[in-house]
């Protein structure tokens, strides 16, 4: 279960998930998954764990179900994609991500690899903890992609606040895996 248990200094859970699974129906790219679960258990921890902030690496291609969720039951300015678009990073100093896709067979469809960019991948994270350092809240929501997941995580605690919990939500069985 995800939560700040009323505690009274800056408190973050980090939720992974898949992206397809956001609702980000302006990331023209991902193949979304409709999945009632994902929204009933976010508004469930909404609820149960008095979350009063949401981030989300959400990439500016929201809203998103989280982003309608937190304006829904938080109200407006509880919410923060931390995330810059692709053509946006520049303005950060992030370059352009190189990752590489390398085919398992690349005869037949059995999958692949993906190698990430970690020097850019780590420069998003960084500007993804200012960009939490800057909000007023106590007990936070921050959900990002599940790769992000405990480097995220580190990162947070790293900048002086308290992680809670970090958890994944990755239905494979509905994402098309095992």
């Keep these: 279960m995800l939560g ?5 200094e800056k408190s ?23 999945d009632p679960s994902y929204e009933h258990y976010l ?16 990439t500016e291609f929201g809203p998103t179900i989280a982003e309608n969720l937190a304006t829904k039951l938080l109200g407006v300015g509880h919410y923060l994609d931390v995330d810059p678009h692709p053509k946006n990073r520049a303005k950060f100093g992030i370059p352009p991500l190189r990752e590489e896709h390398t085919p398992i067979n690349p005869y037949g469809d059995e999958g692949c690899v993906f190698h ?13 903890v200012k960009r939490c350092k800057e909000q ?25 606040f308290s992680i809670e919990q970090a958890g994944v939500y990755m239905p494979y069985h509905k994402l098309g895996g095992t």
């Design 43 to 58: 508004e469930r921890q909404f609820r149960a764990n008095h979350f009063d902030f949401v981030f989300e690496e959400a």
């Design 116 to 128: 990430e960019d970690l020097e850019g991948q780590a420069m998003r994270e960084e500007l993804w």
């Design 4 to 8: 700040c248990e009323g505690k009274v």
């Design 136 to 160: 007023t809240f106590s007990c936070a929501l921050f959900i990002c992609g599940c790769l992000h997941t405990l480097s995220l995580s580190y990162r947070l605690q790293a900048a002086g």
């Design 12 to 34: 973050i859970t980090v939720f992974g998930t898949s992206h397809r699974l956001q609702g980000a129906r302006k990331a023209a790219h991902v193949r979304h998954i409709d």
